[in-house]
């Protein structure tokens, strides 16, 4: 093994800890932002009886429902919280903005799709954890 060999790989698990901690701060800021979406629930139930009110309570819970699911993609790391976390905003999209007919027929075509992408074309081979990076480099020429 080469000096300049031990050196990248001490800057990899460097940067390796510098993205896992970034990661849990994200985390920690999207847990937060769920607990305060959460607290404020009450007030648009109150709404319900006002017209649009219904509107914005959708728009409050889907905002919590992709807070929750993106942060267990960030838990997970598989394609599968990925996927889910896509077919969530896709169909907050369509439910909460009440688009044009074709772009609610290109939602439904793009929630179709993430379906099938999900059922026949996961392989669940992708998800397999990778060797860690603090583990030795090969001395493979």
Known sequence: MKPS????????LMIAAASNWFEILVAAIVIIAILISLIHVPDKITFLYQ????NEFLISIF???IGIE???????HNLD????VMIF???????IEH???????IGIAAIALL???RKFLFVSALDKQDPPINSKPDDRG
């Not at 993106?70 to 997970?76: D, I, N, T």
């Not at 919280?81 to 889910?84: H, M, T």
């Open 5 to 12: 060999d031990s050196k990248v790989h001490k800057a990899q």
């Open 51 to 54: 017209e649009g009110g219904f």
């Open 63 to 65: 905002d919590i429902v």
């Open 70 to 76: 993106l942060l267990k993609m960030f838990c997970r």
């Open 81 to 84: 919280s990925v996927v889910e």
């Open 89 to 95: 905003t896709v169909s907050r999209e369509m439910i």
């Open 99 to 105: 688009m044009p007919i074709l772009d609610t027929l």
């Open 115 to 117: 379906f099938v992408i």
